[in-house]
């Protein structure tokens, strides 16, 4: 059981290029949901899904696509990456309303 | 929607003492108040939580409280240890299936 596995762990890439994080969960949990991390700003949402085929915005959505095909996967796609999306990106996922949620390990992303 | 506030942002005590954080929201239907601890280049962890039919909870070194006419919950650890040290998150949880709010985080040193 592996909970929730992110890869890549670390990525770099220039003004510009795209890129896809990838998060899957083996803990069949309907709710997924990416967050970034900023030094002084805590974890901000981005997307969420509370299951298969639905995804809503989080609080800062803009630059970011995401979409829900399976109950395991949840990728976040940056289509053209801007030095203000340097950042430390979580994926998490609960099984119901009010439940804990449990964090990947994160994957840390520089644009240059 | 929901705003957390935590305080402070910074935190050093030293072995042996007591910690205490604060957190306070906004929406008073906010029914779920989660801790997180984070520890260096992983994702954080759910360490306690309680909901707003319980006033207080402890789990050993750990509790949290809860005031739901002052919309604020607070963190105490005590006896406090180096591996203590880490940065530590409260989230407060909107009504129905709405994503946890995070506060900003603080960090703890534990001194030895």
Known sequence: NAGVTQTPKFQVLKTGQSMTLQCAQDMNHEYMSWYRQDPGMGLRLIHYSVGAGITDQGEVPNGYNVSRSTTEDFPLRLLSAAP???????CATRDRTNSPLH???????TVT | GENVEQHPS???????DSAVIKCTYSDSASNYFPWYKQELGKGPQLIIDIRSNVGEKKDQRIAVTLNKTAKHFSLHITETQPEDSAVYFCAASPSGNTPLVFGKGTRLSVIA
């Open chain 1, 103 to 109: 964090f990947g390990n994160g994957t840390r992303l």
């Open chain 1, 84 to 90: 203000s999306q340097t950042s430390v990106y979580f």
């Open chain 2, 10 to 16: 910074t935190l050093s005590v030293q072995e042996g």
